[in-house]
Nanobody, 124 residues
């Protein structure tokens, strides 16, 4: 069973930075590999719908939601089975629970696996 464990969340003042990590494991027997999966970061703020913040394809192609472009950087280390999200110039509106997602299914139009999330709180 693929497991995703996020870390790196916390409280920071506006303008500060945080780096989230997502350690993936349990691929054996799943039919997937870390390097063979599209990965993504979602976030969900209180009272709001979940939104896809960023994703990274197997070839390293990245996309970002407009609100974080130029401030957030997604990356992956296939040797360590780890996904990252570097968040700079944080704003209060970035406050949310951030979730790691793995292995996007084009047929289902969803990610197969998600982590439990890590809280990011940005204060003014």
């Amino acid at each position: 069973q693929v497991q995703l464990v996020e870390s790196g969340g916390g409280s920071v003042q506006a303008g500060g930075s945080l780096k989230l990590s997502c350690a993936a494991s349990g691929y054996r027997g799943s039919g997937y590999t870390f390097s063979g999966c599209r990965m993504g970061w979602y976030r969900q703020a209180a009272g709001k719908e979940r939104e896809l913040v960023s994703r990274i394809s197997t070839d390293g192609t990245t996309t970002y939601v407009d609100s974080v472009k130029g401030r957030f950087t997604i990356s992956r280390d296939n040797a360590k089975n780890t996904l990252y999200l570097q968040m700079n110039s944080l704003k209060t509106e970035d406050t949310a629970v951030y979730y790691c997602a793995a292995c996007y299914s084009t047929s289902r139009r969803e990610y197969r696996y998600r982590g439990q999330g890590t809280q990011v709180t940005v204060s003014s």
